[in-house]
Every structure is written in C-alpha cells, then in structure tokens.
C-alpha cells in the first residue's frame, strides 16, 4: 500500500473538522448554523490557490438536492399526512393499550416496532413515519419527548443491521465483494451475503439497545418538557392545577345495563353530585361534549370530570364501574385533540343576554362551560375552597365576559374565525384531520413502500410519490405540507455533505486510515477487526456511511488477506459498523429527533456514547460467534 503524504489540503480539512466538532460540542451556535457555517467557509478556502479539491464551487450545495435530503423531506410530509386523517393517533392509542403508560413498558413497544420495520424500510423513514406516534404518546402519557425519541431512533438506525436492505452500505457491500474478488485468488475469492445473513447480529443489537434503555434510561436520557407561555391551549388537568390549585382528571365511568341512574339527566347527576359530564357513549355511538339535558341510557360510558377520589366514592353509591385509563375516549379527550380554553363575549355578539342554558352550549358552540370571569369575579362549576360550586349555567351572559369551557381544539377553531367569540387562547393545535381521506393515504404510502421495496426506483423518487399524492387528493395542503418538513433537520444534513465530500475528495480519508491501520500492524487477527470497526465508527461520524463503506471495504479486505484472516467477514464488519452512528447527531436520525426533543449535542455524547460502546463490544461477539 502506497504510504500517503500529508497535505496542505489535508490539513485545511483536518482543522475544519475539528472546528465543527467543537461547535458541535460547545454549541457555540446552533448546530444547523454551525453546519451552514462549514460550508461556507469550505466553499471559501477551495477559491485559494492550492485548495481546490476542498469544494466545486459549482456543487456546493448539491447536498440540497441530495437521495438523502429528499428522501428525508418526502417521508416527513408522509408521515405528516398519515397523522392528519388520525392513523398515527389510532396506532399510538393500540401501543397504550397494551403496553401501558410506564416508560419501562413503552419504550421496548416503540423501539422493537420501529427497529423491525426499520430492517426493510430505510431507517429515518421509519423513524420519521413513528415520530408523530410518539409525540401522541408523549402527551397523553405525561412522559418527556425526549425520554422516548432517542430509544426509538437509536433502534431505528440498529434496526437497519437486520437485513442486507436495512441500510444502505449493506446494500452495497455485496456489489463491492463482487469487486474486491477481481483481485484474490480463486482460493481466497468471497461469497457474497443473503439477505438474512446478518439478522442474527441485528437483532442483538436491536435487544442490546432496548435493554440499555430500559436498564439504564433513568440515567442517560434527558428530561425535557416545553414550558407553557401566554394564553395557551392547556389540558383539563394542567388549566385546573395552575388556575385552583385543584387536583382533576377525566375519568371514564360504565354503566351496567338497568343502571339506578338510568332516567336521570346529565344536569341532574352534575348538580347532585358536583361532577362534571363532558362525554357520552352509548349504542355504539360517541357523543363529544353532550347536551346537559341529555337522558341516561344503559349500559353507556361516560367521560367525566373531577376529583378522581370523589367520581370513585360516588360510583360506589350506585354500582359503576371507574376504569383505570381512558378507553373509549382515549382518542376524542387526547391533550391534542381537546382541552380548556378562553373566549371573551364581544358587546355586539348574540349571545349577551342570555344563559348558556338557552344558548345550549354544548350543542351550538361545542363548548363545555367550566368558570364565567366577570369584572374579577369567577363563577364556577369547580368547588374551590374559597366557595361552593354555582349553577353558571343560568346566569345570563354579558359582554366582556370571559369564558373558561372544555372544547375540542377543532370548534375553538372554528369560534376563532365566528363573529360570537373573541378567543383569547392563541396557542393551540389548529390541524384539520380529514379521516375520511385515511383511504388516500394508505394508498399512496403502500404505493411509495412498494416502490422502495420490489423496484429499483431511487429513494428520494419513491418517496416523493407518495408524497405528492397525498398532496394531489387532498390529504395534505401544500402549506401543510411545507410545514411539516423539519427545515433545520434539512439544513443541517445538506450543509454537512460538502464536508464529507472534502473528507474523501483531498485523499484526507485515506490518510487517516491509513495511519490507524499502520497502528494496528503486528496486532492479531480480533484486534484487526476491531480496529476496523472503530475505523469505521470514526469515519461514519464525519461523512457519509456509503462513502466510509466504499473506502474501508478494500481497506478492510487487503488488512485480512494480509494477516489470514476472513475477508468477507472484514468487509462486513465495516458496513454493520458504518451503523454506529450515535455520538453526534450527525446521522440523518439523530438529526431528525433532535429538535422535537430539545436535545442538545451533550445528550448524544452522554447517551451515545455508551451506546456506541455497546454496538462494539455485541458486534464483535456476535460476528465471531455466527461466522
């Protein structure tokens, strides 16, 4: 092997890798920025006599159009356009109901799903299409995003070690065995992989993660919740707390067929008992929000709000039943589906005048009235300890009343673009599900997964299928669909490629392999492979895993040839550790959780860290024992 020189070239793209690495680490600036900023100043120095290869001015920012900034895009309004009909929302309800509302239960669900589907599908598709899901979980459960994104997209990129179509430098690894046995000896000459060949090392390393996770979570993961500011859409229970003080919950309550409260109305139970009723079910049917002058039918299920201590007493009395969690209106009562709200009668609106009795509130508005604010006094339907609950729903509306309801996010929109309401409330959800379009999108996602999955379409091509059809029937709006694209995510990928382009372009890749290799000289045979696999965890954090891939493969195999080793087992323990790509977020996943999750780069070292350690050490084993 031809020993390599060490540049001026080579040294310009050594210091500016360093320079991004600490600010990555520092987070001097935000690490998009930090990434734009590398690109610039790469695109600078290649105007320097001596420096060309750093750059081609002219395809600086071709990683914007880039097979991996595409495809990441396209599956972002995919996924995007399954939440929107409400299946995202159906799959994260399934995953509680079975496996609860504990972090122990929930991460090996989310994490095993995602890294299995992983396996055949590209691996920041399957993260970006469960990122929705997670989010719906994070909300109802109560649990950070960000204790649950980093398992899920850590399992995500491991998840693509199962198969040989799991990720990409495994889907090139058998193309360059091919052309590495050009040059060995017929004895020497290596069988390529089939497509299960490596499952037994993926799923250990699947397990391995999840395992850490669970064991180790409460540890390594951070806890991180956004902070509510202004005049924000809250839920029932967060709206109570900071306003009274109060301790509440929506309860879901059954009924048995012949019921003693069969007959009576809603109003009735309310008063009597001081609960508060804001959702029905009966004969198959749900009802959101129901008239108070509603009749009881058994057997039904009823949403209701209150002290949870106070709902299991009154249950008691009559014979019900209180569930544990929300069932039947897991989905309808969802903090992103429903909450509290505030809305300010206008002088010349409607409804000044008259009760919210006769207003019928409930059936008009969509609005279940909790609390009337008037000139500093509130009345409410909330026993607090400075009074007795009263009767709001007779006292006559005035305007400049604020009024305080329960409501779907859906009818505050709706109020927000009417005459009869000013809303105060001005950060809540604003998505229109459209679940009658769930048909128009299951289509177009299986016609994008069949693209990828039995044709040789590209990617990015197959993905944008999908994407534009859900644009094309309506699934989505344009705008919508603009909006659901991570744009930060999207800068920083595109804007760190150049680099990685100078990596390998100035021969700069080369060098440092080959001055850890020429390290490595005299070790024995596990000791190669290690250093291999370290090599290419190395590399696969500074440039892309195709091109750590296509530079170690020969590497790889020349370094097992020569010191009688495998060599079919040397060039794949570089493409299963191009996966190891969890220190920095440099990795199109790490980089697509970042930002819902609030991680810093800190979270990755701290986290990653371990995990890649992990990777190593199962890898390793796991290769020697199969093979």
């Known amino acids: 092997m031809e020993a390599l020189t060490l540049t001026t070239e080579m040294m310009a793209v050594l210091a500016v890798l360093a320079l991004t690495v600490t600010l990555f680490v520092t987070e001097f600036f935000r690490i998009d920025f930090t990434a734009i900023l590398m690109m610039v100043l790469l695109g600078m120095l290649s105007m320097l006599p001596g420096m060309t290869n750093l750059a081609d001015p002219t395809q600086l920012f071709v990683g914007f159009s880039s097979n991996a900034v595409i495809s990441i895009i396209a599956v972002m309004i995919i996924g995007a356009g399954l939440d929107r009909t409400g299946l995202m929302s159906k799959v994260a309800a399934t995953i509680l109901k079975y496996g609860g509302r504990t972090e122990a239960r929930i991460i090996p669900i989310i994490s095993g799903t995602v890294g299995f589907i992983s396996s055949f599908m590209q691996n920041v598709g399957a993260a970006a299409l469960f990122l929705p899901v997670v989010s719906r979980i994070s909300v109802r459960t109560g649990l950070p995003l960000s204790r649950l994104l980093m398992p899920m997209g850590f399992c995500a990129i491991l998840g693509g070690t199962m198969t040989m179509v799991g990720s990409s430098p495994l889907i090139l690894l058998n193309d360059l065995i091919i052309t590495s046995n050009n040059g060995l000896p017929e004895g020497q000459k290596m069988d390529t992989f089939g497509l299960f060949s490596v499952t037994p090392v993926g799923v250990a390393l699947v397990l391995s993660g999840i395992l850490y996770f669970v064991l180790f979570g409460r540890w390594v993961l951070p806890s991180r919740s956004s902070s509510e500011e202004g005049s924000s859409g809250q839920s029932v229970k967060e709206y109570l707390k900071n306003t009274y003080g109060l301790k509440s919950d929506i309860v879901e309550v059954v009924f048995p067929a012949g019921n003693l409260l069969e007959g009576q109305t809603f109003r009735d139970v309310m008063q009597a008992h001081n609960l508060y009723i804001i959702g029905s079910a009966h004969g198959g049917k749900r009802w959101f929000a129901p008239p108070v002058d509603t009749v009881i039918q058994t057997p039904c299920r009823l949403a209701v709000l209150g002290r949870r201590k106070v709902i299991e007493e009154v249950a008691s009395w009559y014979g019900l039943e209180v569930l544990d969690d929300l069932e039947m209106f897991a989905e309808d009562y969802a903090p992103t589906v429903a909450g509290v709200g505030e809305v300010v009668v206008p002088p010349n609106s409607p409804v000044v005048g008259k009760t919210p009795l006769q207003l019928a509130m409930r059936r008009t508005y969509g609005l279940s009235l909790l609390a009337v604010n008037r000139g500093g006094s509130t009345f409410s339907l909330v026993e607090t300890p400075e009074h007795d609950p009263d009767d709001i729903l007779n006292i006559p509306i005035q305007a400049g009343d604020a009024l305080v309801a329960f409501t779907s996010w859906d009818a505050l929109a709706r109020l927000d673009r009417g005459n009869d309401f000013v809303v105060v409330t001005s950060d809540f959800p604003r998505e229109e599900m459209r679940p009658k379009k769930v048909g128009w999108a299951l289509l177009f996602f299986l016609i994008a997964l069949s693209l990828i999955l039995f044709t040789d379409v590209r990617l990015s091509l197959a993905l944008l299928v999908g994407a534009a059809g859900m644009i094309a029937t309506k699934v989505l709006?344009?705008?919508?669909?603009?909006?659901?694209?991570?744009?930060?995510?999207?800068?920083?990928?595109?804007?760190?490629?150049?680099?990685?382009?100078?990596?390998?372009?100035?021969?700069?890749?080369?060098?440092?392999?080959?001055?850890?290799?020429?390290?490595?000289?005299?070790?024995?045979?596990?000791?190669?492979?290690?250093?291999?696999?370290?090599?290419?965890?190395?590399?696969?954090?500074?440039?892309?895993?195709?091109?750590?891939?296509?530079?170690?493969?020969?590497?790889?195999?020349?370094?097992?040839?020569?010191?009688?080793?495998?060599?079919?087992?040397?060039?794949?323990?570089?493409?299963?550790?191009?996966?190891?790509?969890?220190?920095?977020?440099?990795?199109?996943?790490?980089?697509?959780?970042?930002?819902?999750?609030?991680?810093?780069?800190?979270?990755?070292?701290?986290?990653?860290?371990?995990?890649?350690v992990i990777f190593l050490v199962v890898s390793m084993v796991m290769m020697n024992l199969v093979y």
Not at 517 to 537: F, H, K, M, R, Y
Request: no cysteine; aromatic share 8%.
């Open 477 to 612: 709006r344009i705008d919508e669909a603009y909006e659901a694209v991570s744009w930060s995510t999207v800068f920083l990928l595109a804007s760190l490629i150049p680099l990685g382009q100078a990596v390998q372009n100035t021969g700069t890749a080369a060098w440092i392999a080959q001055q850890i290799l020429s390290l490595l000289d005299g070790w024995p045979i596990w000791g190669l492979q290690v250093g291999v696999a370290v090599l290419a965890t190395i590399f696969t954090l500074v440039m892309s895993n195709v091109g750590a891939t296509v530079l170690l493969v020969p590497l790889a195999v020349s370094i097992a040839v020569e010191a009688g080793g495998d060599p079919a087992i040397f060039a794949l323990t570089v493409a299963i550790s191009t996966s190891n790509s969890f220190l920095i977020p440099t990795h199109q996943v790490n980089a697509l959780i970042m930002g819902p999750a609030g991680y810093k780069v800190a979270d990755f070292v701290r986290s990653g860290g371990i995990m890649t």
